[in-house]
């Protein structure tokens, strides 16, 4: 047995990136992914998603999906109080770890640390310091599918949120945006791919401006299938 882990999840690209290689190193026994959510939207925190079709992910991927509900005026305070009481009755029953698909950014990355300390929980990187050019091809070539959320209107037009995640849109990428979104130059949401039983349907809704900087496209469960526009 590994060792028992946890791993936050966004339903976007490098969330599954980082599930697909640990799956594959088979050394953490993943227990279940963990998300966080705007209560007042019942949407993921910055990727815009409805709860609903990250449940249908969890079930595609076969795991139990935990959430944590934020207010989306709340303070930095009160995330970080719901957080410490949650990965306190994480560590409770034995979880040792939680994994995270972050890829370079140092402050980030030193954030987590600090808090999952706190705790005394491991945090895991499992995509830390990989190209990420090379990261979005391997994502590609495995076969995942994606569609785009969000995008941060400092960085990208509003026509390139609901696109498809493929070689089209990076080439279409201007160079100071990171192939991976890093940056929050945008978000995903993954529907399809090698680890999950079947795809997730959805339709694509209307697409909305907030706070004159994010454009976001909202994804609506179906039960008649795929159908990206």
């Not at 004159?212 to 609506?220: G, H, P, Q, T």
Request: net charge neutral; proline share 5%; with cysteine.
């Amino acid at each position: 047995m590994g060792t028992k882990a946890i791993l936050s999840w966004s339903g976007g690209k490098d969330s599954t990136m980082a599930l697909y290689e640990i799956r594959r190193a088979d050394v953490w026994e993943i227990h279940g992914l963990l998300t966080t959510v705007t209560r007042d939207y019942d949407r993921v925190c910055m990727h815009g998603v409805r709860t609903a079709l990250l449940d249908q992910q969890a079930a595609a991927l076969g795991l139990p999906l935990d959430r944590v509900y934020l207010d989306a005026n709340g303070s930095q305070e009160a995330y970080e109080a719901k957080m410490k009481t949650y990965l306190a009755g994480c560590r409770a029953r034995g979880i040792q770890a939680v994994i995270f698909g972050d890829l370079f950014l140092e402050d980030v990355r030193q954030y987590r640390e600090r808090n999952l300390a706190q705790v005394g929980i491991e945090p895991v990187f499992p995509l830390w310091g990989q190209d990420t050019r090379s990261l979005a091809e391997r994502f590609l070539r495995a076969g995942f599918q994606a569609i785009i959320t969000c995008v941060d209107l400092r960085a990208l037009p509003s026509e390139f949120v609901g696109r498809p995640y493929d070689r089209a849109f990076l080439a279409d990428l201007p160079p100071r945006a990171d192939p991976c979104g890093e940056r929050g130059e945008f978000h995903s949401f993954v529907y399809d791919g090698p680890l999950f039983r079947s795809p997730i349907p959805f339709q694509t809704g209307r697409t909305v401006i907030r706070d004159n900087r994010f454009a976001y496209l909202d994804l609506v469960p179906s039960e008649t299938g795929l159908l990206v526009s």
